[in-house]
């Protein structure tokens, strides 16, 4: 069926240093992708996208990568800072579906 | 515009009893998404409707549950009756229709069924 999933449920990092969230994803007719962050007591907020047409896509600290060969995106953060820490979520939509189908989430812990 | 608003914020009821969850759309959105959201599931895709109409209702865990669009800037989610295992964080969402975009959450609506 289909899935979206993430590779490491936590993930610990020094402020300053650079962050890696990995997502698989099993449906081969998903055509757009979102990296959403949660914080704690609210709901999921956009960060960035991206079309299957693109394997790369920046935004302001961030950008998102996506291999279409074997089904992964990934969202990485430069020079992270405590205001990351959170829950990241990817989400795949297919246009033919409609359907926006979350992954399981990533914890992002960021130590001053 | 204020963004997606659900209410209420917190809910705590006994088993048993209904429940209805309420949200209201960006203005000129036309898809509205509703989520459930455990530690243990993560966020799941309970319904969608696109103006107005139910596309696809197969996340909606049991008959229980019923979700309705009265109109095109509103819904509702019912539980009835309901049971201490519905206690999750409910989202709604809403996005434009007919284009791959980015769908805008509300602050969530916590239910505690005791």
């Known amino acids: 069926g289909e899935s979206v999933g993430l590779h490491l449920p936590t993930l610990s990092v020094q402020e300053g240093d650079n962050s890696i969230i990995n997502c698989a994803y099993s449906?081969?007719?998903?055509?757009?992708f979102i990296w959403y962050k949660q914080e704690s007591g609210k709901g999921p907020q956009f960060i960035i996208d991206?079309?299957?047409?693109?394997d790369k896509r920046q935004g302001q600290r961030v950008t998102v990568l996506l291999n279409k060969t074997v089904k992964h995106l990934s969202l990485q953060i430069a020079a992270t800072q405590p205001g990351d820490s959170a829950v990241y979520f990817c989400?795949?939509?297919?246009?033919?579906?409609?359907?926006?189908?979350f992954g399981q989430g990533t914890e992002l812990s960021v130590k001053p | 515009d204020a963004g997606v608003i659900q209410s209420p914020r917190h809910e705590v009821t006994e088993m048993g009893q209904e429940v209805t969850l309420r949200c209201k759309l960006i203005?000129?959105?036309?898809?509205l998404f509703w989520y459930r959201q455990t530690m243990m599931r993560g966020l799941e895709l309970l319904i969608y409707?696109?103006?107005?109409?139910?596309?696809?209702d197969s996340g909606m865990p049991e008959d229980r549950f019923s979700a309705k669009m009265p109109n095109a800037s509103f819904s509702t989610l019912k539980i009835q009756p309901s049971e201490p295992r519905d206690s999750a964080v409910y989202f709604c969402?809403?996005?434009?229709?007919?284009?791959?975009?980015?769908?805008?959450f509300g602050q969530g609506t916590r239910l505690t069924v005791v």
């Open positions: 409707f696109n103006n107005n109409v139910p596309i696809d």
């Open positions: 989400a795949e939509n297919s246009y033919q579906g409609g359907k926006l189908i």
């Open positions: 203005s000129g959105h036309n898809s």
């Open positions: 449906n081969s007719a998903s055509d757009y």
């Open positions: 969402a809403s996005n434009p229709t007919g284009v791959n975009t980015e769908a805008f």
């Open positions: 991206i079309r299957s047409n693109m």
